[in-house]
């Protein structure tokens, strides 16, 4: 894995049959980039009462996340959805069936993500502004229909592989380990270890001075912030 840092920061890295992963697909607000800054990113929910459990954690500890919600789990997950806005996260995009949107059409593609936004809309008032294909798995055609949906898309730098049955203690040593400045890390909210693992990684990470921000801090909007922005477009996979 490869780090490429430039004046407004992204990290730039090799994803290999898919497995792997990374790239921010626009770069980061330097100054946030700059301090040493983590977004905690949470897949695939809402998950009723776990995502419930999650947020009491996050709330605890006073840390503000980010959700990339699949529609078909909002639909039956509304309140739940309310309530990860009204605690101040950042909720965004991660289609609406969760499919290999690699394999779709584009028009698909777009619809997929479409979809979900409309119904974080619906649900919640407010326009998501970034996504992430589900399993990373992605190509021009999939990072074009983002684009199309209005949307930006984030990967990450850090994998947890919270999702390979990983005891708490590895899932939090590994992020502990991994995170750098500007730093995204994919976990997945339906994972009871990924919540066991959440006070040892934000304890750990305090420890080594970070400070955890939304991806609405990490990348602001371009209105509020268009001198600090780069967008870049393209990424490997
Ligand atoms: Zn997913």
Redesign the pocket.
């Given at each position: 894995m490869n780090e490429r840092t430039g004046r407004f920061a992204l990290a730039s890295l090799a994803a290999f049959f898919g497995a792997v992963l990374i790239l921010l697909g626009a770069g980061a607000c330097e100054a946030v980039r700059r301090e040493k800054t983590v977004a905690l990113t949470f897949?695939?929910g809402p998950h009723g009462e776990k995502t419930l459990e999650l947020l009491k954690v996050l709330s605890d500890d006073r840390v503000k996340a980010s959700f990339?919600v699949?529609g078909k789990q909002v639909a039956f997950n509304r309140q739940v959805l309310r309530r990860i806005r009204d605690m101040g996260h950042t909720i965004a995009n991660?289609s609406y069936t969760?499919p290999n949107l690699t394999e779709l059409s584009p028009a698909a593609a777009r619809d997929e993500y479409a979809a979900c936004s409309e119904l974080i809309r619906d649900v919640t008032g407010q326009t998501p502004r970034f996504c992430r294909p589900?399993?990373g798995r992605t190509n021009a055609a999939v990072e074009r229909a983002g684009r199309e949906a209005g949307l930006q898309t984030v990967y990450w730098t850090v994998n947890s592989r919270d999702y390979t049955d990983l005891p708490p203690e590895e899932i939090a040593r590994k992020v502990a380990g991994l995170v750098r400045p500007g730093g995204v890390v994919l976990l997945?909210g339906g994972v009871t270890a990924t919540i066991e693992a959440l006070p040892a990684i934000i304890r750990d990470l305090r420890k080594k001075g970070y400070r955890f921000v939304t991806l609405d801090e990490l990348f602001p909007a371009p209105e509020s912030h268009k001198a600090g922005i780069r967008r870049r477009g393209g990424s490997d996979s």
């Amino acid at each position: 894995m490869n780090e490429r840092t430039g004046r407004f920061a992204l990290a730039s890295l090799a994803a290999f049959f898919g497995a792997v992963l990374i790239l921010l697909g626009a770069g980061a607000c330097e100054a946030v980039r700059r301090e040493k800054t983590v977004a905690l990113t949470f897949d695939d929910g809402p998950h009723g009462e776990k995502t419930l459990e999650l947020l009491k954690v996050l709330s605890d500890d006073r840390v503000k996340a980010s959700f990339f919600v699949v529609g078909k789990q909002v639909a039956f997950n509304r309140q739940v959805l309310r309530r990860i806005r009204d605690m101040g996260h950042t909720i965004a995009n991660h289609s609406y069936t969760h499919p290999n949107l690699t394999e779709l059409s584009p028009a698909a593609a777009r619809d997929e993500y479409a979809a979900c936004s409309e119904l974080i809309r619906d649900v919640t008032g407010q326009t998501p502004r970034f996504c992430r294909p589900p399993g990373g798995r992605t190509n021009a055609a999939v990072e074009r229909a983002g684009r199309e949906a209005g949307l930006q898309t984030v990967y990450w730098t850090v994998n947890s592989r919270d999702y390979t049955d990983l005891p708490p203690e590895e899932i939090a040593r590994k992020v502990a380990g991994l995170v750098r400045p500007g730093g995204v890390v994919l976990l997945h909210g339906g994972v009871t270890a990924t919540i066991e693992a959440l006070p040892a990684i934000i304890r750990d990470l305090r420890k080594k001075g970070y400070r955890f921000v939304t991806l609405d801090e990490l990348f602001p909007a371009p209105e509020s912030h268009k001198a600090g922005i780069r967008r870049r477009g393209g990424s490997d996979s």
